[in-house]
């Protein structure tokens, strides 16, 4: 294997493979040259069943090979064919394994064309510094229109898939058609003039400029300055749906919202319509299954209170058996609690027995202390008896009532003191004079004093 210097090129003296020479030409190729615009007649079409195209484009003074992959070809807006003038846009590059110089081409298009994107190019560039297109000027759709415009051509396949498309999402949704030519000369005018028509009138509140695809000739109307104008002075939102999704006009830059296709534009104005078509749909099935649930909780609730409504007969049975059930087991309960209490109660005897004292011998005891006891209790009470008799008798020496029944008498002084002496008293004092039985009052006529 050969080594390469810094620039990825072999040095002098080096010798390279024939690929490493081919793979060195294409990098140099597809460097020096990008994608670029080549214009000439085709001729050699081929056309293998892998789907690829092989042709060369030639002019007066040479050719060039050509090669389109499927997944090109397949967009290309027209069916090549020997012998047309076409544009290609390609990229410069060589095939390793022939060594063979051809381009890969992108895209094409009609030779002519070029002039026509330089158009277009300077009408979008002037439109664009007056501010057609700018974003602060874009109106919002409306959600749900009253009814839709649509500029168009009554023969075009566009208006029946926009018709198709509002049968399908907003089938109630009222449509204004407003035809015009869409291609070819005069074009231009009509769209713009029915726009006009459609804006004056008052009749819609969203306008759709549809036609469908076609090659850059077929939508040049949609690419001139009276049209862009018209759909800037509309007084009502505009939708472009002109062309295929690749494409994009002037019309599209100066409508307030531009749809990749003609039926885009009939969704993107009947979205509120079918966005609340599908909320109800999610809200419908949404009832549907609460009230579902609802149901079923409401069921299941009147079967558990269905299982306490029995009828009064069914029920008095249903409490009778319980009653009866409750008075055996109350029954066998209190029968095994008196047997379990008669059992403690035996055990208890048992015990009671086993531990009783013998009292025959303190009862003889006992009987003898009280024997006693009776006999003290006689002697001392006869010894109480004698003593009180005695005392009874000194006292009755000793009561004053006693000794004046013998003859004697007391003598009180005025004053109700005793009279012990005579020295008490004065001649004319009145003394009470008490006797064993009665008293009576006397007066002193006369004193004697005697000594000790």
Same mark, same amino acid.
């Given at each position: 294997m050969?080594?390469?210097?810094d620039?990825g090129r072999?040095?002098?003296e080096?010798v390279?493979?024939v690929?490493q020479l081919?793979?060195?030409?294409?990098e140099?190729l597809?460097?020096?040259?990008p994608l670029?615009?080549?214009?000439?007649?085709v001729s050699n079409l081929?056309r293998?069943?892998?789907?690829?195209l092989y042709?060369?484009l030639?002019?007066a003074?040479?050719?060039?090979d050509c090669?389109?992959f499927?997944?090109?070809?397949?967009?290309?807006?027209?069916r090549?064919?020997?012998?047309?003038?076409?544009e290609?846009r390609?990229l410069v590059?060589l095939y390793e394994?022939r060594?063979?110089f051809q381009l890969?081409?992108e895209a094409?298009?009609h030779?002519?064309?070029?002039a026509?994107f330089e158009?277009?190019?300077?009408l979008?560039?002037?439109l664009?510094?007056?501010g057609?297109f700018?974003?602060?000027?874009?109106?919002?759709?409306?959600r749900?229109?009253?009814?839709?415009g649509?500029?168009?051509?009554?023969?075009?396949?566009?208006?029946?898939d926009?018709?198709?498309?509002f049968?399908?999402r907003?089938p109630?949704?009222p449509l204004?058609?407003?035809?015009a030519l869409v291609?070819?000369?005069g074009?231009?005018?009509?769209i713009?003039d029915?726009i006009?028509v459609a804006?004056s009138?008052?009749?819609?509140?969203?306008l759709?400029v549809?036609?469908?695809?076609?090659?850059i000739e077929d939508?040049?109307?949609?690419n001139?300055?009276?049209?862009?104008?018209?759909?800037?002075?509309?007084?009502?939102p505009?939708i472009?749906g002109?062309?295929h999704?690749?494409d994009t006009?002037?019309a599209d830059?100066?409508?307030?919202?531009?749809a990749a296709?003609?039926?885009?534009?009939?969704?993107l104005a009947?979205a509120?319509f079918f966005?609340a078509?599908? &909320? *109800?749909?999610? +809200?419908?099935?949404? !009832?549907?299954? $609460?009230?579902r649930?609802?149901?079923q909780a409401?069921m299941q #609730? @009147?079967?558990?209170?269905?299982?306490?409504?029995?009828r009064p007969g069914e029920?008095?049975?249903?409490l009778?058996?319980?009653t009866?059930?409750l008075?055996?087991r109350l029954a066998?309960?209190?029968?095994?609690?008196?047997g379990?209490?008669?059992?403690?109660?035996?055990?208890l005897?048992s015990?009671?027995?086993l531990?009783?004292?013998d009292?025959r011998h303190p009862?003889? &005891? *006992?009987?003898? +202390?009280a024997a006693r !006891?009776?006999? $003290?209790l006689?002697?001392?009470?006869?010894s109480r008896?004698? #003593? @009180?008799?005695?005392?009874?008798?000194s006292l009755?020496?000793?009561?004053?009532q006693a000794?004046l029944r013998?003859?004697?008498?007391?003598?009180?002084?005025?004053d109700?003191?005793?009279?012990r002496?005579?020295?008490?008293?004065a001649?004319g004092d009145?003394?009470?004079l008490s006797?064993?039985?009665?008293?009576?009052?006397?007066?002193i006529?006369?004193?004697?004093?005697e &000594?000790?």
């Amino acid at each position: 294997m050969s080594e390469e210097n810094d620039h990825g090129r072999p040095s002098r003296e080096e010798v390279v493979s024939v690929s490493q020479l081919n793979r060195l030409a294409r990098e140099a190729l597809e460097s020096r040259f990008p994608l670029l615009w080549v214009g000439g007649e085709v001729s050699n079409l081929r056309r293998p069943a892998s789907g690829h195209l092989y042709f060369a484009l030639k002019d007066a003074g040479a050719q060039v090979d050509c090669v389109m992959f499927r997944g090109r070809a397949q967009l290309t807006p027209f069916r090549l064919e020997d012998g047309m003038r076409v544009e290609a846009r390609a990229l410069v590059t060589l095939y390793e394994a022939r060594g063979g110089f051809q381009l890969n081409v992108e895209a094409l298009r009609h030779a002519g064309i070029g002039a026509l994107f330089e158009a277009f190019a300077r009408l979008r560039e002037r439109l664009q510094r007056e501010g057609l297109f700018d974003a602060q000027r874009k109106r919002p759709l409306p959600r749900f229109p009253a009814r839709v415009g649509i500029v168009t051509s009554l023969q075009a396949a566009a208006l029946r898939d926009i018709l198709a498309a509002f049968r399908r999402r907003a089938p109630r949704l009222p449509l204004m058609i407003f035809p015009a030519l869409v291609q070819g000369e005069g074009a231009a005018a009509a769209i713009a003039d029915a726009i006009g028509v459609a804006g004056s009138r008052g009749d819609c509140d969203l306008l759709i400029v549809a036609r469908g695809g076609g090659s850059i000739e077929d939508l040049w109307a949609f690419n001139e300055e009276v049209v862009a104008r018209a759909i800037a002075a509309c007084p009502v939102p505009v939708i472009s749906g002109v062309g295929h999704e690749s494409d994009t006009t002037i019309a599209d830059l100066a409508a307030d919202c531009r749809a990749a296709t003609p039926t885009a534009a009939a969704e993107l104005a009947s979205a509120g319509f079918f966005e609340a078509r599908g &909320e *109800l749909q999610r +809200l419908a099935a949404a !009832l549907h299954s $609460a009230m579902r649930r609802l149901l079923q909780a409401r069921m299941q #609730r @009147l079967d558990l209170l269905s299982r306490g409504l029995v009828r009064p007969g069914e029920r008095l049975s249903r409490l009778r058996a319980e009653t009866a059930h409750l008075a055996s087991r109350l029954a066998a309960a209190l029968r095994r609690r008196a047997g379990e209490r008669a059992a403690a109660l035996q055990k208890l005897q048992s015990r009671l027995r086993l531990g009783r004292p013998d009292l025959r011998h303190p009862r003889l &005891e *006992l009987d003898g +202390l009280a024997a006693r !006891l009776r006999a $003290a209790l006689a002697a001392g009470f006869a010894s109480r008896a004698q #003593r @009180l008799e005695s005392l009874t008798a000194s006292l009755g020496h000793l009561d004053p009532q006693a000794v004046l029944r013998r003859g004697f008498s007391l003598v009180r002084a005025p004053d109700g003191t005793i009279v012990r002496s005579s020295a008490q008293l004065a001649e004319g004092d009145v003394v009470r004079l008490s006797f064993g039985s009665g008293s009576a009052e006397s007066r002193i006529v006369g004193l004697a004093h005697e &000594e000790n």
